[in-house]
């Protein structure tokens, strides 16, 4: 099962991060305590989106 990066965007800013930079490769989001760079595939595997979940603090979703 794969999870596509709008899904997982949208997760983190309904839990209040927001994007801080964009860079060649990756997006980096913020919520002013933990910062998360999410690379930027159309998909992901549900492992790899719930590892940046729990990276930031976050209950695993997918």
Do not use: W
């Not at 794969?2 to 997006?27: A, I, M, P």
């Not at 760079?37 to 989106?49: E, G, L, N, S, W």
Request: glycine content about 4%.
């Amino acid at each position: 099962m794969s999870v596509k990066l709008r899904d997982l965007v949208n997760y983190l800013e309904n839990n209040e991060f927001y994007l801080l930079r964009e860079g060649g490769n990756h997006s980096i989001y913020t919520n002013n305590i933990k910062t998360i760079p999410v690379k930027r595939h159309k998909q992901f595997d549900r492992i790899t989106a719930n590892k940046l979940c729990k990276q930031a603090g976050l209950q695993p979703k997918f």
